[in-house]
């Protein structure tokens, strides 16, 4: 038994002391000059969900990715591929990211906690962008399906909601947020082009072979 309980938006951290010209869109990053960092595509759903948003803006969708790696390659090719782990220490050390907003928007706060001169941003792509929900199961072998079912009937409360939104993750209900709360997460009008996963089946076989084609169509081609 499955209930989505919040939900996840690809996005992009920008260090704007970096990133002179902060970007909107797929556009403006391809024709900037800063380091672009991805994460292990091979591995990473995050990184995944980047190459999928990419390829949604560019017409592509869950069954045909060849835009996403098209793009991605784009930037291999102008050497402006970041390659290295994706730590928060390098995040931190790029021009941009591609990550969900809620690890975004978190990594914004952290930074700026621990060096008042940082100055980060995050956005949503203009063009489009995709987002993930994230499940509340209760296992049909638990012991305790009471508490289970407690603890997601507060996950799904206005103050679960509420409690989710303070960890810059975004509810799945309609609920009033707190003004200190709403001001830190991303204004809702970005959200305008980006959707939800529509046809998982094909997500899911695109998924089986996106890390084989990443090397061989993007990571080969970097300098």
């Known amino acids: 038994d499955w209930i989505i309980g919040y939900y996840g938006t690809m996005t992009v951290l920008v260090n704007n002391k970096i990133v002179k010209d902060t970007p909107k869109s797929f556009e403006d990053i391809l024709n900037g000059d800063y ?11 995050q990184a995944q969900f980047a190459v999928l948003a990419a390829a949604i803006a560019y ?20 050497g402006r591929l970041d390659l290295g782990e994706f730590t928060q220490a390098r995040i931190e050390e790029v021009g941009i990211a591609f990550l969900w907003d809620y690890n975004a928007l978190g990594y914004r706060d952290q930074f700026v906690e621990n060096n008042p001169d940082a100055d980060f941003s995050v956005f949503v792509p203009e063009e489009a962008s995709i987002q993930s929900g994230y499940c509340t199961i209760i296992n049909s072998y638990t012991q305790r399906p009471y508490a ?33 709360v709403k001001e ?16 998982q089946e094909a997500w899911d076989e695109t998924a089986k072979t996106l890390g084989a084609r990443w090397q061989e169509e993007v990571v080969a081609y970097a300098k």
């Open 35 to 45: 380091m672009v960092a991805v994460g292990d595509v091979q591995a990473a759903t």
């Open 59 to 78: 017409g592509g969708d869950e069954s045909n990715i060849d835009p996403g790696l098209e793009y991605f390659r784009k930037l291999a090719e102008q």
């Open 148 to 180: 289970a079912a407690l603890a997601r009937e507060y996950i799904l409360s206005d103050e679960g909601q509420i409690n989710l939104a303070k960890g810059y993750a975004k509810p799945v209900r309609d609920v009033e947020l707190p003004a200190e």
């Open 184 to 199: 830190k997460l991303i204004p809702d009008e970005q959200y305008a082009n980006a959707r939800m996963v529509e046809d």
